[in-house]
C-alpha cells in the first residue's frame, strides 16, 4: 500500500518562504517522477512542479519558476518544495503525487497523491 503524506504547510506572509516535504512508502518502484500539485478555492487543480526519478530535471509551471526549488532525496523516499517570494495568489492545498514507471518529468497522469497541506499567503 503505497502511502503519501505532506508536511510543511503553513500560513506565511507575502515574501516569506516555506519548505514542504513528502515522504513516500510502500512498494514504489524505483523509477518514478514525483510532482507537487496545488489546487486553489474554486479553481482547478494545476501543476506546479515536478522531478524526475534521479533529481536531475526538474520541471516547473511559469507561474513558479525562480521562486519555487523541487528537490528530492531518494534515500528517504522524500521529495521536498522550497517556496521563495510567496504571493497571495500561491495560497492554495498543495499536493504531492507519485507517477511510477517513468524517467521523464511527467505533468499528468500521476498514480499515487497525498491528502494536501494547506499554504496561506497573508498581505
Known amino acids: 500500500q503505497v502511502q503519501v503524506v505532506e508536511t510543511g504547510g503553513g500560513l506565511v506572509q507575502v515574501g516569506g518562504s516555506l519548505r514542504l516535504s513528502c515522504a513516500a512508502s510502500?512498494?514504489?518502484?524505483?523509477?518514478?517522477?514525483m510532482g507537487w500539485f496545488r489546487q486553489a478555492p474554486g479553481k482547478e487543480r494545476e501543476f506546479v512542479a515536478a522531478?524526475?526519478?534521479?533529481?536531475?530535471?526538474?520541471d516547473y509551471s511559469d507561474s513558479v519558476k525562480g521562486r519555487f526549488t523541487i528537490s528530492r532525496d531518494n534515500a528517504k523516499n522524500t521529495v521536498y518544495l522550497q517556496m521563495n517570494n510567496l504571493k497571495p495568489e500561491d495560497t492554495a492545498v498543495y499536493y504531492c503525487?507519485?507517477?511510477?514507471?517513468?524517467?521523464?518529468?511527467?505533468?499528468?497522469?500521476?498514480?499515487?497523491w497525498g491528502q494536501g497541506t494547506q499554504v496561506t499567503v497573508s498581505s
Open positions: 522531478v524526475n526519478w534521479s533529481g536531475d530535471s526538474t
Open positions: 503525487a507519485i507517477r511510477t514507471g517513468v524517467l521523464g518529468v511527467p505533468k499528468d497522469n500521476y498514480n499515487y
Open positions: 510502500g512498494g514504489i518502484s524505483s523509477f518514478n517522477a
